[in-house]
């Protein structure tokens, strides 16, 4: 089984500064990685797909890169709205895993 | 409109059974990639079970045996028959599509999910 780990599990940010959020997989995932958010009483919203691909609606502000093992998401310009919880998925082997979660709050 | 609503969850002492029902619109679940992912209270999300186009199933080690996945093409609906359950099975129950993709004639799942239902939750408890 692949595990995926987030780090930080909190991170406090300022509105409109940038986060940047990480997820390591215990081995490859190639490209097969998606990032969701999560807010409170919510279902996850996907938001990245394929490691750097946007999902439809999704505001240009979030961005995903890496591939392998190491993996980020970057929101630039933090909105209200963005405060959260994301997590990551891997895709490129059974069982799918996900990431324990970031949770991004208002410093 | 693509939506997902998903129903039949409850309190049940450890050992009984639960089935959860995903009712879909805007699509044919049929036609797509389905699954069913959990998040037990204050915690992360786990993937608990796939079912493709084709009726094949993918299931997480902690519910194989125990859980099965289906649907009913006539209801347009999916289903989770959860047998046995124990207290670790506590959880808010999240069904969601993966309408996966087409290449020379071939389609394929993606296994990365879009929508969500809003969840059922399922108490194991005496």
């Known amino acids: 089984e692949i595990v995926m780990t987030q780090s930080p599990a909190t991170l406090s940010v300022s509105p409109g500064e940038r986060a940047t959020l990480s997820c390591r997989a215990s081995?490859?995932?190639?490209?097969?990685l998606a990032w969701y958010q999560q807010k409170p009483g919510q279902a996850p919203r996907l938001l990245i797909h394929t490691s750097s691909t946007r999902a439809t609606g999704v505001p240009a502000r979030f961005s995903g890169s890496g591939s392998g093992t190491d993996f980020t998401l970057t929101i630039n310009g933090l909105q209200s709205e963005d405060f959260a919880v994301y997590y990551c998925?891997?895709?490129?082997?059974?069982?799918?895993?996900f990431g324990g979660g970031t949770k991004v709050e208002i410093k | 409109e693509v939506q997902l609503v998903e129903s039949g969850g409850g309190l049940v002492q450890p050992g009984g059974s639960l089935r959860l029902s995903c009712a879909a619109s805007?699509?044919?679940?049929?036609?797509?990639?389905m699954s069913w992912v959990r998040q037990a209270p204050g915690k992360g999300l786990e993937w608990v079970s796939a079912?493709?186009?084709?009726?094949?199933?993918y299931y997480a080690d902690s519910v194989r045996g125990r859980f099965t996945i289906s649907r009913d093409n006539s209801k347009n609906t999916l289903y989770l028959q959860m047998n046995s359950l124990r207290a670790e099975d506590t959880a808010v129950y999240f069904c969601?599509?993966?309408?996966?993709?087409?290449?020379?004639?071939?389609?394929?799942?993606?296994?990365?999910?879009?929508?969500w239902g809003q969840g059922t939750l399922v108490t194991v408890s005496s």
């Open positions: 998925q891997q895709y490129n082997d059974w069982p799918l895993t």
């Open positions: 805007g699509f044919t679940v049929s036609s797509n990639y």
């Open positions: 969601a599509r993966d309408k996966g993709f087409c290449a020379n004639g071939e389609c394929y799942a993606h296994n990365w999910f879009d929508p």
């Open positions: 081995q490859s995932a190639a490209s097969f």
């Open positions: 079912l493709y186009t084709a009726g094949t199933t």
